[in-house]
């Protein structure tokens, strides 16, 4: 927007506006990690499926010339980074805790935001997924 806004009241094309990655990739790649991390494992034709869409997404992003390739890229590899990052440093955290029942994020030296995001779980979730109202239909009790 400060790019565009420069650009107008020049009237040069002074600057690019182009950003270093590609907030398209982002969500299609956080939305594939989040898939994959919080459904069950046997579902490996969801997981099969949402990995080819993500590639296929950021084919198209890249056919249809909305990002240079390397935005794409580094979008891909930062949000997959971080994404399996921070899940990886909160299972952790949780497995420690139960195993030695220390607390590694109590001092907030490592992640605060990770201590202050995981403050208050129990523990690693579990990947469990129903869907509230056919359970609701099919599985009714009997008074």
């Given at each position: 927007?400060?790019?565009?806004?420069?650009?107008?009241?020049?009237?040069?094309?002074?600057?690019?506006?182009?950003?270093?990655?590609?907030?398209?990739?982002?969500i299609?790649?956080?939305?594939?990690?989040?898939?994959?991390?919080?459904?069950?494992?046997e579902?490996?034709?969801?997981?099969?499926?949402?990995?080819?869409l993500n590639?296929f997404?950021?084919?198209?992003?890249?056919?249809?010339?909305?990002?240079?390739?390397?935005?794409v890229?580094?979008?891909?590899?930062?949000?997959?980074?971080?994404?399996?990052?921070?899940?990886?440093?909160a299972?952790?955290?949780?497995?420690?805790?139960?195993?030695?029942?220390?607390?590694?994020?109590?001092?907030?030296?490592?992640?605060?935001?990770?201590?202050?995001?995981?403050?208050?779980t129990?523990?690693i979730?579990?990947?469990e997924y129903?869907?509230?109202?056919?359970?609701?239909?099919?599985?009714?009790?009997?008074?």
């Amino acid at each position: 927007m400060v790019c565009q806004l420069i650009n107008q009241l020049t009237n040069q094309k002074l600057i690019s506006g182009d950003y270093m990655f590609s907030g398209h990739t982002i969500i299609l790649t956080m939305f594939n990690h989040f898939i994959n991390e919080y459904t069950r494992g046997e579902w490996k034709g969801l997981h099969i499926i949402t990995w080819v869409l993500n590639f296929f997404g950021m084919f198209f992003i890249l056919a249809a010339h909305e990002h240079y390739s390397i935005d794409v890229f580094i979008a891909f590899y930062i949000s997959s980074r971080v994404f399996t990052n921070y899940h990886t440093v909160a299972n952790l955290h949780h497995s420690v805790k139960e195993n030695t029942g220390t607390d590694l994020l109590s001092q907030n030296f490592y992640f605060p935001l990770i201590g202050y995001l995981e403050e208050h779980t129990k523990g690693i979730i579990p990947n469990e997924y129903e869907f509230p109202v056919i359970s609701k239909l099919f599985h009714q009790k009997t008074e």
